[in-house]
C-alpha cells in the first residue's frame, strides 16, 4: 500500500512513547488496546469503564472503554489525571476486509488518534509540506 501521507508524531501515555495521529473526524481521542497494554493501562485495570463501542472507517463496532491516565506528553505540554478511549482501532477494519494488504496497512497506523476532544481547546496548524504539528496550550491562548 502506499505511504500515508498524514503527519503522525509522538506522544507520551503514562511515560510510553506512541505514534500519533490527528483525526478530525473522531468525536474522542483513542489508544488503540495494544499500545494501550504497553503503557500499563487495560480493560482490567482499576478505574476502567466500558462504553459504548467505537465505530471508525468499517461498519463494526469495537469494544471500547474509559480509562484513566496518570500522564499524557504533547510537545512540552503535559496533561495530567485525565482520561481516554482505550479500543481496538484495528479490529473493526480487519472485519471488514479479511486482506493481507490491510492487515499490513493496519500495522503501520498511529497508535493514537487525537481527536475534537483534543482539537476543540487546542489552536493547531497542520504544516503538511514540513510534515509537522504545531499546537498551543489552552493555557497559553491569550
Known amino acids: 500500500p502506499a505511504k500515508d501521507?498524514?503527519?503522525?508524531?509522538?506522544?507520551?501515555?503514562?511515560?510510553?512513547k506512541?505514534?500519533?495521529?490527528?483525526?478530525?473526524?473522531?468525536q474522542v481521542s483513542a489508544i488503540d488496546?495494544?499500545?494501550?497494554?504497553?503503557a500499563g493501562i487495560t480493560p482490567q485495570t482499576p478505574g476502567v469503564v466500558p462504553i459504548q463501542g467505537l465505530r471508525g472507517v468499517g461498519a463494526h463496532r469495537a469494544a471500547s472503554w474509559i480509562a484513566p491516565i496518570?500522564?499524557?506528553l504533547i510537545g512540552n505540554e503535559?496533561?495530567?489525571?485525565?482520561?481516554?478511549?482505550?479500543?481496538?482501532?484495528?479490529g473493526s477494519t480487519l472485519a471488514d476486509s479479511n486482506n493481507m494488504r490491510t492487515a499490513d496497512?493496519?500495522?503501520?497506523?498511529?497508535?493514537?488518534?487525537?481527536?475534537?476532544?483534543?482539537?476543540?481547546?487546542?489552536?493547531?496548524?497542520?504544516?503538511l509540506s514540513q510534515r509537522r504539528l504545531?499546537?498551543?496550550s489552552p493555557r497559553a491562548t491569550p
Open 78 to 90: 503535559t496533561i495530567r489525571n485525565t482520561s481516554i478511549v482505550i479500543s481496538d482501532l484495528r
Open 105 to 127: 496497512f493496519l500495522r503501520e497506523q498511529p497508535e493514537i488518534l487525537l481527536g475534537a476532544d483534543f482539537l476543540q481547546p487546542h489552536r493547531v496548524l497542520i504544516a
Open 18 to 26: 506512541l505514534r500519533a495521529i490527528i483525526d478530525s473526524g473522531a
Open 134 to 136: 504545531y499546537f498551543t
Open 70 to 72: 496518570d500522564s499524557f
Open 5 to 16: 501521507p498524514r503527519p503522525t508524531f509522538t506522544v507520551e501515555v503514562n511515560g510510553y
Open 33 to 38: 488496546l495494544t499500545a494501550a497494554a504497553r
